[in-house]
Every structure is written in C-alpha cells, then in structure tokens.
C-alpha cells in the first residue's frame, strides 16, 4: 500500500509521472545515467535518480528551488552536486501531483518544439 502524505494525498511513483508526461507532444521514456527518464526532443525532462525514489527536474531557478527547499524540505532538495545548477530533486515518497506537475510542465515547454506547445494548447481540454 502506497505511504499516505499528511494531507491525505497518495504518495506520486515515477510511474505517475511517467504517465502524465508522456500525454505531453514529444515526450518519449528514455535513460541518462543509468535510470529510468523522460525526454523531450533527446533533451532530459526529468530522470529517476539510483534511489530509486528521487527525480531530478532540471530547469528551476536557483532562487525558486531555495524557496521550494526551505518551505517544503521533506519533499525538495539538493546535493552539493547541483548547488550550482538550475536543478531541484524530489522525493516522490513525499510529493504530490500538484507541487510537481507546474514544474515538469515549464521544463516541457521550454525545451519542446514551439508548434507542439501551440498544438498543445489549443486542445479544448486544457
């Protein structure tokens, strides 16, 4: 049984956001340093780290993953590895769905082709 957040919420598994990402134009599963990732146009999305319950989401400014970290310390992070990267990991064990998805979206816009966010857009579900 999956490990409840203190909200209530289900805990998010790489499998969730695998899921989500991939309804997303250009998105493709794919590998970097060994695990298991998400890709737009062979440029990381995001990727699981050897944890196993960690994803390492790229594209966050160093001034906003300091906010996430200080308010939110159970579910971001960082190593001294990434101090100087605009990068913020995450436990899913930890996360929920609606602290993650805005940052995967704004990593997937910026590195998806322009057409494919336009398309993307203008579906009437969004």
């Known amino acids: 049984m999956r490990e409840k957040l203190e909200q209530g919420a289900p805990a998010v598994t790489f499998d ?7 309804e997303w134009p250009e998105v493709e599963d794919g590998t970097s340093y060994g695990t ?3 890709k737009v146009r062979k440029k990381l999305l995001a990727r699981l780290r050897e944890d196993g319950d960690s994803l390492v989401v790229l594209g966050v400014p160093l001034d906003e993953r300091d906010m996430l970290v200080e308010s939110q ?16 990991l995450v436990r899913l064990s930890k996360a929920k769905r609606a602290s993650l ?4 979206r704004r990593r997937w816009r910026a590195l998806a082709s322009k057409a494919a966010v336009r398309k993307f ?5 969004r």
Do not use: M, W
């Open 121 to 125: 857009d203008a579906e009437p579900t």
């Open 36 to 38: 298991a990732a998400l």
């Open 16 to 22: 969730d956001i695998r899921k989500l990402t991939l």
């Open 101 to 104: 998805e805005p940052l995967l």
């Open 73 to 88: 310390p159970r579910v971001f992070y960082f190593t001294d590895h990434y101090k100087d990267y605009p990068t913020v």
